[in-house]
């Protein structure tokens, strides 16, 4: 499976921004968003499930944030509204091939993307 993210860029805090990540190969189970900012370890961001559509936050961008995918190209999206200078960020798609309930465990996911920068100026 590869994973390709694209989207990121420099915005303003307050902006809104769309992000990427096109996913091509066998057949997934979930798919989730991890970000790490400059020193700092990456964290969970958010996830869904492809089999019910159910997505999951984590608390900073819950309200925020919404994650959405098109099945029919494999695709997910990490919509990002009200943007914060706290959001900056190298943001990761990751893709799970088995289920697990831990959806915000780097170690559940077995395929990364490269990353695309999220940078957002106050």
């Known amino acids: 499976v590869q994973l390709q993210a694209s989207g990121g860029g420099l915005v303003q805090a307050g902006d809104s921004l769309r992000i990427s990540c096109a996913a091509s190969?066998?057949?997934?189970?979930?798919m989730g968003w991890f970000r790490r900012a400059p020193g700092k370890e990456r964290e969970f961001v958010g996830a869904v499930y492809l089999n019910n559509g159910r997505t999951y936050y984590a608390d900073s961008v819950k309200g925020r944030f919404t994650i959405s995918r098109d099945n029919a190209d494999n695709t997910m999206y990490l919509s990002m509204n009200r943007l914060k200078p706290e959001d900056t960020a190298l943001y990761y798609c990751?893709?799970?091939?088995?289920?697990?309930?831990?959806?915000?465990?780097?170690?559940?996911?077995?395929?990364w993307g490269q990353g695309t920068q999220v940078t957002v100026s106050s």
């Open positions: 190969g066998r057949t997934l189970n979930a």
């Open positions: 990751a893709a799970a091939r088995l289920y697990s309930r831990h959806y915000y465990y780097e170690s559940t996911y077995d395929y």
